[in-house]
């Protein structure tokens, strides 16, 4: 069948497309796609949930009304859900709807025949900092939250933004709160939870009890009212179905976090068998439930997202030990910080231009550059004014990989996956939407 959004679809990717935010010294800078904040990235599906919930944000900026393709019934929704499926890329999502009956059937049920259409993550297109955009509707740049580790001015060090906890070394979780941090106020913008209780409006999420009380958690989960917590895939569906038939008729926003695919593209490939699987195995789930009438009212807004592709990566430039990057490596002030598909780099004093050369002598056929002021003025990680600190966190040199590459420094942190996100391409940019009315 065609799915009745198709076209739809195909214009925004192609407005996706045209939005160059950075001007990049490399040939391959059309290969490279940049968040659209303005409507058509998931930061915005925070302010169409307060928006359909009748409590909008004060500078609201909800996803273009194209996404819904004239059919969302202003006014008619009192419970909104958002299952947020990490890793499911809005390109492979339609490769496998090519070639996967299943899946696309799947698909056509979800979107009652509309089928998917693309957005944008965020800069860089990374878990934490795209969970913290989904949650506060904030973009990186407004929550301060610029990288999966970032330099920390305020205690003079690099620290992981996923165990809250200093690099290098091995640390206990959530040591930076230990030594001062306040995770209530670290990212400055309320929750969007805190935000719907003003209006009394309750907040429910679906979650493993693993993450809850962590502090990534604990930043994006201000002001919920009710967790429903499971330990494995089978209780996750059976706790979901539980969250939506008490909320059955209600007002009030269920938010729910399933890590699969992306954990399973980490082990095993992007694009592998057991990718594919767990994409279908989640579709097929999701499918079902919601076409039992216990869940349903006729007034709950479903929508089904993802926080970033995935692409494998096999190709790396180690700043700490291979020969031809030890100028990048000397140059460095504080070791490599953001995400290994998009670097972060503070230069020491007047060595910018040494970091450069050795890109355009070296690995120009792998790596690009931007200074970091250009880029936060070009709206990079969002428009100003910025969260205090971001300015020091986005440092002095942005360094990105084309797609099959990443950049790490093994001095501070050694990861060995096989499938990577957190860069530019469009494997990685490009994220699905899926909604029905049920």
């Not at 040591?175 to 939870?193: C, D, K, R, S």
């Not at 706790?239 to 980490?266: C, K």
């Not at 430039?317 to 598909?341: F, K, M, Q, V």
């Not at 792998?366 to 440092?395: K, M, Q, V």
């Amino acid at each position: 069948m065609t799915f009745s959004l198709s076209q739809t679809a195909a214009a925004l990717e192609s407005d996706i497309r045209a939005n160059r935010l950075l001007s990049l010294p490399t040939p391959w800078a059309d290969e490279l796609l940049y968040p659209s904040y303005n409507g058509l990235s998931l930061r915005n599906i925070p302010h169409s949930v307060a928006a359909a919930l009748g409590a909008p944000f004060a500078e609201s900026i909800p996803l273009d009304e194209r996404v819904w393709g004239g059919e969302l019934p202003t006014g008619q929704i009192d419970r909104v859900v958002v299952f947020l499926m990490d890793g499911m890329g809005y390109l492979y999502l339609r490769q496998l709807m090519q070639e996967d009956d299943e899946i696309r059937h799947s698909v056509e049920a979800l979107t009652n025949g509309r089928g998917p259409v693309p957005l944008t993550s965020v800069a860089p297109s990374s878990t934490a900092i795209a969970l913290t955009a989904l949650w506060t509707g904030g973009t990186p740049g407004q929550t301060g939250l610029l990288g999966t580790s970032m330099h920390l001015r305020e205690y003079s060090m690099l620290s992981s933004m996923l165990a809250f906890s200093p690099l290098p070394g091995r640390h206990s979780r959530e040591a930076l709160v230990a030594m001062g941090m306040n995770l209530g106020t670290f990212v400055p913008l309320p929750g969007i939870a805190a935000h719907l209780a003003q209006a009394g409006i309750p907040t429910y999420q679906v979650q493993d009890q693993g993450l809850m009380g962590s502090g990534l958690s604990s930043i994006l989960h201000r002001g919920v009212e009710k967790a429903y917590v499971h330990c494995s895939y089978s209780d996750m569906a059976l706790r979901l179905h539980d969250a939506l038939v008490e909320t059955r008729g209600q007002r009030g926003y269920v938010g729910v976090y399933w890590p699969g695919v992306d954990s399973i593209s980490h082990l095993y490939g992007a694009h592998s068998r057991y990718a594919h699987q767990e994409i279908k195995t989640q579709l097929t789930m999701l499918a079902r439930l919601l076409n039992d009438p216990a869940v349903q009212d006729s007034r709950t807004l479903v929508m089904i997202a993802a926080d970033h592709g995935e692409y494998d990566a096999p190709n790396i430039i180690d700043i700490a030990t291979l020969p031809e990057a030890r100028p990048i490596y000397e140059a460095s002030a504080h070791g490599l910080s953001g995400d290994h598909r998009l670097g972060i780099l503070h230069v020491r004093e007047g060595m910018a231009e040494q970091v450069k050369a050795t890109i355009d002598t070296h690995f120009s056929h792998a790596l690009t550059y931007i200074d970091s002021a250009e880029a936060l003025a070009a709206g990079f990680y969002g428009p100003a004014p910025h969260a205090l600190g971001t300015h020091h966190r986005a440092g002095d040199l942005l360094i990105i990989p084309r797609r099959g590459w990443i950049i790490e420094d093994t001095s501070v942190i050694d990861l060995n996956l096989v499938s990577w996100h957190g860069g530019l391409d469009e494997w990685e940019m490009l994220i699905p939407l899926l909604w029905r009315v049920i």
